[in-house]
């Protein structure tokens, strides 16, 4: 069996959150088999730098030499370099066995200030380098530097890749973390291709440039063009930056294998919910919960975004006499409905991934209090026209008038309104723990 290569040049970060260690995880994750030659040792850690030692020009040069000559590599990624000697050898080595792509990552300053690269080994970079780059991948400030400009919006970022270009390089993706409002990526091989995503929580995370460069080279190793090669770079980092991991005192790290964790448990997700349909199909005389208009179970992946991450049953699940049935197995996408309620919930715990409807009525709500359950209700007669007005706002609307500033609640229900059933949602970790606690409603009906 084969992989595509990448070789990483960068150096090594001992908290692991960036530098190679985070390249040789995110190529490995993405598909492609990672070499590494180190540069320099970084004492780091999530709280900053602490100090810098380069290596030896002559072993770095050993290590070029011992991989290249051996590996079919596709790609080359660079990170930190360090100083103008490993530039200058690294250019030499790239043209000699004719690497056919290059992402140039141009590591500066790490995000606590301390200097990546010595300030005469700059024009080394863009001398040597650049001129051999598929792509460079420079965050703000570091395009700020390269393109002599001060960048505050879109076009100045389009002007300033348009320099940057200039020097050498076939494409350009400048990272916009750094600006004001809704963040926006630059990718600009002679035309424009703008990326954007809302703003995330955790934006400030240790290593999201690494992951992004070695995500992008792994995808161009694949055989990837570029364009579609920084779209899945993109998805895996803005899946690292939601499941960041709290790994230190410092900042959180971005987690490289969240995509792929989100990923694996598509299967999962389905097979829970298959298992909590048949624990409430089970419950003799259960289908009286249910609404006039039906009831669902969903179930959404970890750090789901879309309704086509939530999985829940088409068609709804129904009544059929005292019991309960369903139109169709489970599968993604299938109930915009309970997925907004979901993805709204997970908005203030990303732990509560699953949640059903079930009838309102006043004692059904003193069951759940008497449960020890926590209640939460919202008023639809107190919801603003324009949230009316534009489908599926109405469950994100209820579902922030109900929590508030609070904690997360185990039931969110509303009284109904001019042709809106009264309903009651349960919330949950999982459909399993969802359907329990329908069961001990149901189970309390007579008591």
């Given at each position: 069996?084969?992989?595509?290569?990448?070789?990483?040049?960068?150096?090594?970060?001992?908290?692991?959150?960036?530098?190679?260690?985070?390249?040789?995880?995110?190529?490995?994750?993405?598909?492609?088999?990672?070499?590494?030659?180190?540069?320099?040792?970084?004492?780091?850690?999530?709280?900053?730098?602490?100090?810098?030692?380069?290596?030896?020009?002559?072993?770095?040069?050993?290590?070029?030499?011992?991989?290249?000559?051996?590996?079919?590599?596709?790609?080359?990624?660079?990170?930190?370099?360090?100083?103008?000697?490993?530039?200058?050898?690294?250019?030499?080595?790239?043209?000699?066995?004719?690497?056919?792509?290059?992402?140039?990552?141009?590591?500066?300053?790490?995000?606590?200030?301390?200097?990546?690269?010595?300030?005469?080994?700059?024009?080394?970079?863009?001398?040597?380098?650049?001129?051999?780059?598929?792509?460079?991948?420079?965050?703000?400030?570091?395009?700020?530097?390269?393109?002599?400009?001060?960048?505050?919006?879109?076009?100045?970022?389009?002007?300033?890749?348009?320099?940057?270009?200039?020097?050498?390089?076939?494409?350009?993706?400048?990272?916009?973390?750094?600006?004001?409002?809704?963040?926006?990526?630059?990718?600009?091989?002679?035309?424009?291709?703008f990326f954007r995503h809302p703003r995330l929580p955790k934006e400030e995370v240790?290593?999201?440039?690494?992951?992004?460069?070695?995500?992008?080279?792994?995808?161009?190793?694949?055989?990837?063009?570029?364009?579609?090669?920084?779209?899945?770079?993109?998805?895996?980092?803005?899946?690292?930056?939601?499941?960041?991991?709290?790994?230190?005192?410092?900042?959180?790290?971005?987690?490289?294998?969240?995509?792929?964790?989100?990923?694996?448990?598509?299967?999962?997700?389905?097979?829970?919910?298959?298992?909590?349909?048949?624990?409430?199909?089970?419950?003799?005389?259960?289908?009286?919960?249910?609404?006039?208009?039906?009831?669902?179970?969903?179930?959404?992946?970890?750090?789901?975004?879309?309704?086509?991450?939530?999985?829940?049953?088409?068609?709804?699940?129904?009544?059929?006499?005292?019991?309960?049935?369903?139109?169709?197995?489970?599968?993604?996408?299938?109930?915009?409905?309970?997925?907004?309620?979901?993805?709204?919930?997970?908005?203030?715990?990303?732990?509560?991934?699953?949640?059903?409807?079930?009838?309102?009525?006043?004692?059904?709500?003193?069951?759940?209090?008497?449960?020890?359950?926590?209640?939460?209700?919202?008023?639809?007669?107190?919801?603003?026209?324009?949230?009316?007005?534009?489908?599926?706002?109405?469950?994100?609307?209820?579902?922030?008038?109900?929590?508030?500033?609070?904690?997360?609640?185990?039931?969110?229900?509303?009284?109904?309104?001019?042709?809106?059933?009264?309903?009651?949602?349960?919330?949950?970790?999982?459909?399993?723990?969802?359907?329990?606690?329908?069961?001990?409603?149901?189970?309390?009906?007579?008591?």
């Amino acid at each position: 069996m084969r992989r595509p290569v990448v070789l990483t040049v960068a150096g090594s970060d001992s908290g692991g959150g960036a530098g190679v260690q985070a390249d040789l995880k995110t190529i490995t994750l993405a598909g492609a088999f990672a070499a590494s030659v180190i540069t320099a040792i970084t004492v780091q850690n999530t709280q900053g730098v602490e100090g810098v030692e380069s290596l030896p020009l002559a072993v770095v040069k050993g290590q070029l030499e011992a991989v290249l000559s051996d590996m079919d590599v596709r790609v080359v990624k660079t990170g930190m370099l360090w100083n103008e000697g490993v530039i200058e050898v690294l250019a030499d080595a790239i043209q000699r066995y004719g690497i056919r792509d290059v992402v140039v990552d141009p590591v500066m300053v790490a995000k606590g200030g301390e200097r990546l690269l010595e300030k005469k080994a700059q024009e080394a970079l863009i001398a040597k380098l650049f001129p051999l780059a598929s792509l460079v991948t420079p965050n703000i400030p570091e395009a700020e530097v390269l393109s002599g400009m001060r960048i505050e919006g879109e076009e100045e970022m389009l002007e300033a890749s348009r320099r940057i270009r200039a020097l050498g390089p076939k494409a350009v993706l400048i990272k916009g973390g750094h600006l004001k409002g809704e963040p926006v990526d630059l990718l600009y091989d002679g035309e424009p291709h703008f990326f954007r995503h809302p703003r995330l929580p955790k934006e400030e995370v240790h290593g999201t440039g690494c992951v992004l460069a070695s995500a992008i080279a792994a995808e161009l190793a694949k055989g990837q063009g570029l364009l579609e090669a920084v779209g899945a770079a993109r998805e895996l980092v803005l899946a690292g930056i939601k499941g960041a991991l709290e790994v230190g005192k410092g900042r959180a790290v971005v987690d490289p294998y969240a995509l792929t964790e989100r990923e694996l448990e598509r299967g999962r997700v389905l097979e829970v919910l298959e298992a909590a349909f048949e624990r409430l199909s089970s419950e003799e005389g259960i289908g009286w919960l249910l609404p006039e208009v039906g009831t669902n179970l969903g179930y959404a992946l970890p750090l789901a975004s879309s309704p086509e991450e939530v999985a829940a049953f088409p068609g709804r699940i129904v009544r059929l006499g005292e019991g309960v049935g369903r139109v169709a197995s489970p599968r993604f996408g299938a109930s915009r409905h309970i997925a907004s309620l979901i993805l709204a919930v997970m908005q203030y715990d990303p732990g509560l991934r699953s949640a059903m409807n079930i009838r309102y009525s006043v004692k059904i709500i003193e069951i759940c209090s008497g449960l020890g359950l926590s209640v939460k209700e919202f008023d639809r007669g107190k919801e603003p026209p324009e949230i009316k007005a534009e489908e599926g706002k109405s469950i994100p609307w209820g579902v922030r008038e109900a929590i508030g500033e609070g904690p997360v609640p185990d039931v969110i229900y509303d009284r109904g309104d001019w042709g809106k059933e009264p309903m009651v949602r349960i919330l949950g970790h999982d459909p399993l723990e969802v359907v329990e606690k329908a069961i001990e409603i149901h189970r309390r009906r007579d008591g």
